[in-house]
Nanobody
Framework: QVQFVESGGGLVQPGGSLRLSCAAS????????MGWYRQAPGKQRELVAS???????TYVDSVKGRFTISRDNAKNSVFLQMNSLKPEDTAVYYC?????????WGQGTQVTVSS
């Protein structure tokens, strides 16, 4: 079993910044891909950013140049630095860990961008 501790969400004005953090623990042996998804009300969950064990990153087009994903392998942690936030970034953000047997999800953290 895998557990997550997510933090860093909140309310921010357009143009502001937030940093999301996620620490995974439990039955994890090795270094595996991690990422962040988000789900806005009435919309499907979408992959925002991912990072491989070798720190290769991918981003959805809508956040390129504004968001940066990083990881700390020693702590099984992943981070998402979000800059120049827009109202359309408002969503619940979920941390994810992809193990060979299955994909695990964090509990989610709310990000609201509003003036």
């Amino acid at each position: 079993q895998v557990q997550f501790v997510e933090s860093g969400g909140g309310l921010v004005q357009p143009g502001g910044s937030l940093r999301l953090s996620c620490a995974a623990s439990g039955s994890i042996s090795g270094i595996w891909p991690m990422g962040w998804y988000r789900q806005a009300p009435g919309k499907q969950r979408e992959l925002v950013a991912s990072i491989t064990s070798g720190s290769t990153t991918t981003y959805v087009d809508s956040v390129k140049g504004r968001f940066t994903i990083s990881r700390d392998n020693a702590k099984n942690s992943v981070f998402l630095q979000m800059n120049s936030l827009k109202p359309e970034d408002t969503a619940v953000y979920y941390c994810t860990l992809l193990l060979p047997i299955r994909q695990y999800w964090g509990q989610g953290t709310q990000v609201t961008v509003s003036s």
